[in-house]
Nanobody, 123 residues
């Protein structure tokens, strides 16, 4: 069993930036693909980004639109999502997830999920 905990969400203004953090424990972190998703009421969970075991391969979903960057630090069991130029439509609950598959982009392919952290973008 792998435990996943996200943090860093808060209220920000349009154009602001912030970084989300995710800690995974209870398994071999360097054997997991780590990904980020987001979800708003009435919509399906959206894939944002994922990073391979050693950080050498990155994959971004359309929702990221070049504004978000994923990174991992295996020595700390941490994965990060840098979000720049935030817009009101980025308001959502953001989830960190872990998978044993290679760079999956579907929510059903991830085995372990955090509880989510809320980002609200409003002026």
């Amino acid at each position: 069993q792998v435990e996943v905990v996200e943090s860093g969400g808060r209220l920000v203004q349009p154009g602001d930036s912030l970084r989300l953090s995710c800690l995974a424990s209870g398994g071999r972190f360097d054997r997991l693909t780590m990904g980020w998703f987001r979800q708003v009421p009435g919509k399906e969970r959206e894939f944002l980004a994922c990073v391979s075991w050693y950080g050498g391969r990155l994959y971004y979903g359309d929702s990221a639109k070049g504004r978000f960057t994923i990174a991992r630090v295996n020595a700390e069991n941490m994965v990060y999502l840098q979000l720049n130029n935030l817009k009101p439509e980025d308001t959502a609950i953001y989830y960190c997830a872990a998978a044993r598959e290679i760079l999956p982009s579907l929510a059903g392919q991830y085995e372990y999920w955090g509880q989510g952290t809320q980002i609200t973008v409003s002026s």
